[in-house]
């Protein structure tokens, strides 16, 4: 895949929408140049914002397409619950009418579920990544779930944990609990061997939510499928540790993953180590100004959602995009 030529330049967000019957989903875009799109679906309840640091790496490698379903992320949710195959069917009307070409599909979460049953029933697609799959059929009851959710979330940075609680108080509880058993009950091993494109499974080294032993049994059920641990990370894996995510993705997709690299099912689980944190001295005058541009952002798009606006939305985005983007120019200085 050609590296685009525009550096490390964070282009605007566009933000639109696609139609699927009475249903539609929002889609943000960043980058535009390079061979492969890049297709983005996260979890239950979240929005594509946990994608916020994956975007810009992976962006430099193509346009990286970002959605949020209905429900999630300000979305109206459907009257109904949806299943995991009507949002799978979302996602594929977003690919033919955003026209995406072979995106490299990447879910996480929930979102594997969605992509899982997606490429099973699009033969045409031909790269997948799994971030953080779930349920553990072994362990798929909501206490045992509520559990290990805790148990990963102590090891999530405090802007994944912020994340979070803002994307559940804008998903509402009345939608996360009516779309909740449709992800507690899909069994994404009785998907996977219909799955026959090459496949990469990631997970955190302390992600309670998606084990090892997890992983391990799922992989084996894809006719052709690597798995890669990642040293140091939690469930939201491609969050704080998204330079190694967006190498794995982009290796993946090139289909130059060495045995080092990731492994095959009958083999140990690959660790990747964490690269090393990128230094920061930033000074408190640099903190509250970035701090304050976001939560102008914040607010736009806040705005955006609730008076139905996509252009808000697209503002809003793009100068919290742009406030990450001036943190790390300032800590680098």
Known sequence: MARSTKGEDLPDITVGRVHHGNLWTRVSRVG??????????????????????????LMQFGPVYALDLPGFGGVPHARHALTISDFAELVGAAI?????????????????????????????LSTLVLISPVVDDRAGTLPVQAVRFVRSAVHEPFRVMLLAVVAYLTCGFGWFLKVLPQMLSYRIRDTAPRIRIPTLIIRGEHDAVSPREWVSRLAGDFPDASTVEIEGAAHSVMHAHAREVAQLCVSHAEGTLSAKEASAPDEPIAVMPELPAEETSLDPGDVVQAVAAEVRGVAIEFTGNHTDDDHLVELGRTQQAEARRRGKEGAGD
Do not use: K, N, W
């Open 32 to 57: 535009t140049e390079g061979e492969r799109p890049f297709l983005l679906v996260s979890g239950l309840g979240v929005s594509s914002h946990y994608f916020e640091q994956l975007a810009p790496h």
């Open 96 to 124: 033919d009418e955003v026209g995406m070409e072979d995106p490299v599909v990447v879910g996480h979460s929930m979102g594997t579920q969605i992509c899982a049953e997606l490429a099973a029933a699009r033969p045409g």
